[in-house]
């Protein structure tokens, strides 16, 4: 029972960043319904923000999110803009050409960070990396109790966000009907480049908050670019709601596999998730909530 | 008869070629080719023609490899016996894979492939005892020379073009272009969509198989990570389907060759062009960039898909006239001078 509770702990922790990794993506589902396959290689690119400023200029990585956030913000900005609009007009004889253009700004990505950075293993070492403190004989650690933390709160301001003001509203609306958006007065090509800035940055959020916890390389992001769709398709496209209990889920099942199935399998098992989810429940956790 | 005599006469001098050209590196290249003319021609089948875009070609790609690899691991016979074998053995994974996700549309089915792809790579990885794990099989190769390996890919991907060729002007292909055009049209002429698009999974998962299987005889080493890998092989596959152009015959033959041109010219820095520059004139600058080149094939490949699509979204052989119109400044043909 011990064993049990303390994996549940960790799964659930983890599965507080993938919800803020998740959340991103299922923005950028929602409003453009692509899949941004670079999705963690932004993350990527956040993790090594954070890791320039922390190893040159020792700031703590938790104020580096206010670096890394607004960088990755403009990059999202100039990814849509310039690379996944102009698609938009173009004909072509695949809808998914948006999806591969993703996929090719990924292996842009990962390179150019190989190229400056090489494929050394990095890492942010805190005098928090590896403390911990237990309660109930259950150990926390702290990095990623904070983390968690601080996800919820990004996570919490995102949905008052896409709730209660004119720009978050303007989002869902495009992400329900576009075409009745344009109607009542949304500049939706603004709106497209809005939430892929604000999707990048979500998940630079993520990547700042994971960098003390993981190992940071360059190809650490295709993995957690099957988490975020992983993540996704359990909560539900466009599902805010949804992506928190898609991360919570991703997490609690990785952690429960890895301990009662053996290491090898934790990658099986999201993948085995989200086809059984695709195949039993698609549309995701947001058919039960219908939120 | 004047439209197939351009690809006769290449098919002739890719005959020849082996007799001409003695150098083994450039016999190597032109194998590499033709292995992914003919990944290239599943992929296009199923994602060109039929719309149904695949991420997870390497699925296919592996299963064929390791039929072949595991015939001859476990039962001591020939691994060429899996030419028979590969290429069912990739349909028999593709048809139940098939059967339950062509449910999905468009992106969703291609996220479905790419978990296809991640589970046969891991189960490949945990089935220790049948597949040998990550220490993967190695096989001693038949042929020194590489002649005999060459005329096999060139059959096969004459075979896989010839296919695609047959099937394109059959009333089976057009049932696969009128449902990437429109499911729910073509699903009211009476067309069994789920049903063709098993048929097209299946077209392009046997090929994909057959791919496979002569990398595993001509290489002689196969691992989880190489043949089920997600860079190498499926998304290869799609860059030379899109970079040849989608729903084309020749379209992956033209993508194959400029893929395997790209990352040569990377992977020896522009054919050693730097190296010599540097060595001869003894500026490091040219040394360093030679450098930077074999380090950047990724890279590269990752700019030309986004140049690709940018500027040739329907691909080379698709976008043709445009590149006449732009490049030659020639007019489109038949509309006169």
Known sequence: MQVFLQVAVAGVLKGGLYALIGIGMTLIMGVMGIINLAHGQLMMVSMYVSYVLFSSLGIDPYLTLLVSMPALFLLGVVIQKFLLNPLMKAETILPENQVLMTVGIAMVLTEIIRFIFKSDYRSVTTSYSNATFFVGGISFSMALVIAFFIALAFTGAMFLFLVKTDLGRSIRATAQDKDAAVLMGVNTGRITVITFGLGAGLVAAAGTLLAPVFYIFPDIGGPFTAKAFIITILGGLGSTVGAIFGGVTLGLAESLGATYLGMDYENIIGMTIFVLVLLFLPGGFKRLTKV | ?337
């Open chain 2, 1 to 337: 008869m004047k439209k197939s005599l351009p690809p006769l006469v290449l098919l002739v001098v890719l005959v020849l070629f082996p007799l001409v050209v003695r150098d083994n590196y450039y016999q190597h290249l032109m194998i590499l080719f033709l292995m992914w003319v003919v990944i290239g021609s599943g992929w296009n089948l199923i994602a060109g023609y039929t719309g149904q875009v695949s991420f997870g070609d390497a699925a296919f790609f592996g299963t064929g490899a390791y039929a072949a690899g595991l015939l001859s691991m476990h039962l001591g016979i020939s691994a060429w016996w899996g030419m028979a074998l590969g290429g069912f053995a990739a349909v028999a994974i593709g048809l139940p894979f098939g059967w339950i996700c062509f449910r999905m549309r468009g992106a969703y089915f291609a996220l479905a492939t790419l978990a296809l792809n991640e589970v046969m790579r891991n189960a490949a990885t945990i089935a220790e005892g049948f597949t040998g794990g990550m220490v993967g099989i190695l096989l001693m190769p038949t042929f020194v020379s590489k002649i005999p390996y060459y005329y096999i890919a060139l059959a096969l991907a004459a075979a896989s073009i010839a296919c695609v060729r047959i099937i394109a002007s059959a009333k089976l292909g057009y049932y696969f272009v009128s449902i990437r055009e429109d499911q729910d049209a073509a699903e009211s002429l009476g067309i069994d969509t789920h049903f063709y698009k098993m048929v097209s999974l299946a077209f392009a998962a046997f090929w994909t198989g057959m791919a496979g299987t002569l990398y595993m005889n001509y290489m002689g080493f196969i691992d989880p990570s190489v043949v089920f890998s997600l860079h190498d092989i499926s998304i290869m596959a799609i860059l030379v389907g899109i970079v040849g152009g989608v729903g084309t015959v020749y379209g992956p033959a033209v993508g194959a060759f400029v893929m395997i041109a790209v990352q040569e010219f990377f992977r020896s820095g522009f054919f050693g062009f730097f190296q010599g520059l540097g060595d001869m004139t003894g500026i490091s600058a040219f040394l360093s960039l030679s450098g930077l080149l074999k380090q950047g094939h990724v890279l590269g490949f990752g700019i030309l898909v986004i140049v690709v699509i940018l500027f040739l979204p329907n691909g080379i052989v698709g976008d043709w006239e445009k590149i006449r119109r732009k490049v030659f400044r020639l007019r489109p043909t038949g509309e006169g001078a």
